[in-house]
């Protein structure tokens, strides 16, 4: 033992020290051998944090990455406007390029697809990992990507900006029936241009949808100019509602750094439901993975009924939008068909809520939640008749298990399990706000005696 350092030790050293220079924001690293060829391409959303990383003497980056530390010479970063940015540009980099790690990652595992449909007359947006489905043929396919969640974060981040659809709705322009469609929760949140419900011509709807395809192939300073000068054309021809679009998309996508990190804290949950401490987005995936779901958690509804032996029974449904309150699609009903039966009130509830579901006239949210055990879903699966969300689950309170219809024994999860956190917390806000409620009305019944 000499105990100086080896030549690969002195490599490492001096890498640390060229990470530890890197710009504390978001990007694309690409970390390369000694004849300059790219072994490897990530994103981050500190370069300096995440390429430090991989230079400390206790690293281990699992089976197939490990091997890769000793061929490691040099690092070239690409700086980028945000993490929605560098999605982009490591998922072109990796396809053009294909390194040779990035490709023994992908050797046992299918990564995700964006999809835009772009032959229907109002294209659709998706994350999937077949692109080459029937539905998706023809359209027009970006990857693959190497992480769904991160991929997920910025297509609802971007969903701000240019309102493109994600439902599955096959969508008629022509068909009548339109005009009495209630858009969903989307629209209402000035993430959907509501094409289902025809809020939005067909040709204006094309125009985002280029938008948007223009904006995932080029950089944001790019597309900044040429909206403004798409902007000042429209506004020179006197078309003052497409200029008005223009520029709220245009200083939505000035905004998008600020929406982003807007998106990890948790300034829009209220004091209500502060007992949920994690990002709710995990807890929204955690969920979809429990309970199997293809697609995406968007939207949840939680129902509850509050009574005293059968006195002044109420129910109450709140609505959470990305794992958020969204107090605008509240709601509260007095029961009248049963008083001291759980059931009956559930089922009357939920009759009430998804009414218009039921007729075909709007759509149901991705999961509805029942506060009871398997009588109680059983009763709400009854009321909803023949239609279904992605999935209707019941939670109990004493044991805290999962029902989900059409599965015969419960889930139950750890305590610290993020997606039954999220489910608790929903379910609490639902009780709160049904026990609310059920106050108002006993005191009312007092003062008027």
Known sequence: MTGFPTERENVRLRLAADARRLPDQPGVYLLKDGSDHILYIGKASSLRSRVSSYFTRSVDLGPKKQIMLSDIESIDVIECDGEWQALLVESRLIKDTRPRYNELMTDDKTYPYLVITTRESFPGVYITRTPGDERFRKGRVFGPFTSSGALRDALQLLQRVFRYRTCHLDID????????????LLYAIQQCSGPCANKISQQAYRSDIDRFIRFLGSKR????????????????????????VLRDQLRAIEKLDEREKDRHTMAAWQPEVMAFTSDPSHGLRSLQRVLGLDAPIRWLEAIDIAHLQGDETVGSKVCFIDGRPFREQYRRFKVRTAQNDDYAAIAEVVSRCYR???????????????????????????????????????????????HLEGV???????????????????????????????????????IDH
């Open 356 to 402: 218009n579901a039921r007729r075909g006239q709007e759509l149901l949210p991705d999961v509805i939640l029942i506060d009871g055990g398997r009588g109680q879903l059983s009763a709400a699966a009854a009321a909803l008749g023949e239609v279904r969300p992605q999935a209707l689950i019941s939670l109990a309170k004493r044991e805290e298990l999962i």
């Open 173 to 184: 322009p022509d068909d009548p029936r339109n005009e009495r469609f209630r858009p969903c």
């Open 221 to 244: 300073s790019a597309m900044i100019k040429e909206l403004r000068t798409e902007m000042q054309e429209a506004a020179g021809e006197r078309d003052y509602e497409q200029a008005a």
């Open 408 to 446: 015969s024994e419960p889930y139950r999860l750890g305590r610290e399990n993020v997606g039954l956190k999220l489910c608790q917390a929903i379910r609490d806000e639902a009780h709160r706000f049904a026990q609310h409620y059920h106050h108002l009305l006993r005191t009312k019944r007092v």
